[in-house]
């Protein structure tokens, strides 16, 4: 089962590898992992996708605590969240039906962000399982290079994430 | 403001934090702070490795309850206190490492002798810091004897660059409290936590603690008594609470697990309800976690709430301080009578045990676990007593009984052949006035054998027991018991330890039979310096009882029946 963790941590030298040491230490596989900036100074925000259960979502976020640069864990696991995954594909055009990509585009609400003389390069935006189908909708039709950022997520309604009672 | 470098400054900081005494080896990208040293009161430990720095360090802070100050240099210097850092580690024991680094413009080049001390120690320090910048380096001192014994306590290391130590500023000691972010080291006891484990205490009929090491952290030594004398509860000990509760207590059990006595396995095992106090369910004290303490409740109170429902699942949590946490149960809990519980388990004393020293077969061989009991009646169970890791350290838990805190002191969690020499000499500079034995194996002690040199040149009085059955006996247990007698690479040749102690100009003996025990042991404690006894034992005795790893904690390799019993089975146990 995946989980997403998002962890607000101190943007420090050295945090990332903590981060990834400690589900390295403990013996986690992460899925994904991407780090930003958040609307607060000095702090960085994570989200982090692992496969476990509850059990074990519910130990790395102790673990995570234990972190000093850590202030902020929240599992999206079992609340309400939006989540959005980002890809860049770019797929050759030479030799097939260039209508065939279009009606993909058109579809699946892609965007075309780049031409070349061979290649298309399209935008993906939306929920992971959303940008699952549409890359294998362009497998088919020769995918040479992708790039996908990995899961950004936020719980839905009023309640906030917030370092500020750590500052 | 005076002008300070960063080499002083190092010096200020540990002078502020209470610092007298300092254990290192000094090495180039150190060089600085060590310069540095001479114009400040501090007592400066010359050990002769780095791994032997970061023991006695850590048995400093054992013994005395503070924190230990290693010191290195960059490259070798600093990967030499990897193991000492990871035994403080799993330990918990409250250690601030200091090493020397490249100059900051030569990090990341390979630069004679770099190497990525804080990169290697992530995973086995509480924290450790980078310093490239003069300025920094107070508040990273600062925080570093803060977090090391704070909460739960470990090591954290503090790597400064050598610019920094040689660059100046204009300083001045902040005595402010440090205060950091992501930090927060107090958790208050919700009523809604303690409610039910108070719930659960008031139903229990079959309770047992667990105690562990939390409980001399954390200080509550008077509480823990006070509540289960209340409760009236039994106490099974872990390796590393032994001496949190006095041995000669009414309700102390003695220590639990694989080598623990047979009546606290089977009273764990038939308990309703475990209290499990400042102590992690280590594999070693559970057995099979599948089939432990299957009827009993659980109550779980550790500051580190990582360690909740990590090893076992427990009904009862409470993320917080041990003593507040006891201290808030005796206001609100109810006298108890377990008398038929306690009945109980002091019926199976009797079957389960007739402790195993007075079954020892009359071989005219000298036996580890007579010497040790015998060390423990002569010096009347007073002393710090620091052991090493295998057979010698079990049977000195079995058989040394501890009256008060930080008086056993050994490597728990990590188990680190090698650290009973380096950590009783630092617990003897933590404590003058105690009397010291370190209790050690033939091959552990020749790991780190180079400390004798530095107890010699320190002129520190120790009195060290080596335990000689020219094996790596507990490996050896192991072959024996798991491998089919196949001893591969456990048969051990040692050099004669009494010339290795007057190769020193200290004094060493050789004891071979019971009948001398005695008159070497009162020798020893006389003698005004160090003093090495070389123990010849039974070369293939074996520690009882023994819970297989990852057995049931009931099903126990228990002694053979000897065939004549050793005329010493009078023993008082």
Known sequence: ??????????????????????????????????VGRTAERGVSRMTIVIDSDQASAERVTAYLYKLVNVLQVEDLGNVPAVARDLALVKVTVAGHDRAALLRVVDETRAHIVDTGEQTMTLEITGEPPHVDAVIARLEPLGIIEMVRTGRVAMRRGDTALSAAKYS | MPKRTGAQIIWECLVHEGVQTVFGYPGGAILPAYDAMLDYPVRHVLVRHEQGATHMADGYARAGGGVGVAIATSGPGATNMVTGIATAMMDSSPIVCITGQVPSKLIGYDAFQETDITGITVPITKHNYLITRVEDIMPAIKEAFFLAKSGRPGPVLVDITKDAQAASIDWQWDP????????????????????????????????????????????????????????DSPIAMTLLGLGGVPASHRLNLGMMGMHGEAWVNHAIQEADLLMAFGMRFDDRVTGNTKTYAPTAKKIHVDIDASEINKNIVVDAPIEADLRETLKDLLEVIDRADHAPWIAYIDSMKGHAAVR?????????????????????????????????????????????????????????????????????????????????????????????????????????????????????????QWQEFFYERRYAATPLRSPDFVKIAEAHGLEGFRVDTRGEVLDVVQRARRADGTVLIDFRVEQEDSVYPMVPAGADLDAMIRRPEPSVLAETGADQI
């Open chain 2, 356 to 476: 195993d020293i007075q079954k020892l077969p009359d071989s005219g061989h000298l036996y580890a676990a007579h010497v040790i009991n015998d060390i423990w009646r002569i010096t009347e169970g007073k002393a710090v007593v620091v052991t090493d890791v295998g057979q010698h350290q079990m049977w000195e838990a079995q058989y040394y009984h501890h009256e008060t805190p930080r008086s056993l002191i050994t490597s728990g969690g990590l188990g680190t052949m090698g650290f009973a020499l380096p950590a009783a000499i630092g617990a003897k500079m933590a404590r003058p006035d105690a009397e010291v034995w370190a209790i050690v194996g033939d091959g552990g002690f020749q790991m780190t054998q180079a400390e004798l040199t530095t107890a010699a040149q320190e002129g520190v009085k120790i009195n060290i027991a080596i335990i000689n059955n020219g094996y790596l006996g507990m490996v050896r």
């Open chain 2, 176 to 231: 402010s409290p440090v205060k950091m972010r992501g930090y927060r080291p107090e958790r208050p006891v919700t009523p809604r936590d303690l409610d039910k484990a108070m719930a659960l205490i008031r139903e229990s009929k079959r309770p047992v603690i667990l105690a562990g090491q939390g409980v001399i952290q954390s200080g509550a030594m008077r509480e823990l008594i006070e509540f289960a004398e209340r409760i």
């Open chain 1, 1 to 34: 089962m995946h989980h997403t963790l998002i962890a607000l941590v101190e943007d420090k030298p050295g945090v990332l590898n903590r981060i990834s040491s400690l589900f390295r230490r403990r013996n986690f596989n992460i899925e994904s992992l991407t």
